[in-house]
């Protein structure tokens, strides 16, 4: 995140969206219905786990779809965000469920039941 | 809009010159990638920043030009 971030409009959305909610995927699509391959993996992955996350499809809003780009200084979607931090994209989460990182991170954070 | 492997290797290669570099194209299609990099950039480095110091080399294409390049990167041994 950068110093533009409070002044942007979208980023302040993202801001509010990251800080409301302790689990936010953007992705293309809603978790029910994911529109790309990328995004559907890691529904079925915070599915898997059963976590309970807020998706945001950036597909219904081009200013969005870019500005969640600049915002979090990555260029692709999905995006996952846990207590208001990025923590990856999709190889970067599928490699945190593989090697068990990811479960210990959401449970050291309180967004995964026991 | 698909890059050839050619060009992404090389754009891979000169932003970590002392990587062992390896790029497969999964589908074929000259849009999917999957990229295996060994870098002593990435010692210390956590796996977020490892990923934007290769979509940094890669200036803009990733999401634009490039469509999916899947990445795994680490530090030498």
Redesign the interface.
């Known amino acids: 995140m950068t110093e533009a971030a409070t002044t942007d409009p979208v980023h302040k959305f993202i801001a509010e969206a990251v800080s409301e909610h302790p689990v936010v995927l953007f992705m293309k699509g809603v978790p029910d219905q994911p529109r790309c391959g990328f995004s559907s993996q890691v529904v079925q992955i915070l599915d898997q786990l059963g976590v309970d996350f807020v998706g945001v499809d950036v597909l219904q809003s081009e200013p969005l779809r870019n500005g969640i780009k600049t915002y979090s200084d990555w260029p692709t979607i999905p995006q996952l965000y846990v207590k208001g931090e990025f923590v990856g994209g999709c190889d970067i989460v599928r490699e945190m469920y593989q090697n068990g990182e990811l479960q210990s991170f959401l449970e050291q954070n309180g967004v995964l039941a026991q | 809009m698909p890059m050839p492997i050619e060009e992404l290797e090389a754009a891979l290669r000169e932003g970590f010159p002392d990587a062992e570099i390896q790029v497969e194209d999964l589908a074929g299609d000259n849009d999917h990638y999957r990229a295996r990099i060994v870098s002593s950039a990435f010692k210390g480095v956590p ?2 920043k490892q ?2 110091l290769v ?1 940094a080399a890669l200036k ?1 294409r ?3 030009e490039l469509h ?1 390049l ?3 990167t680490s530090a030498p041994a």
């Open positions: 796996r977020v990923h934007q979509y803009g990733m999401g634009g999916a899947a990445l795994e």
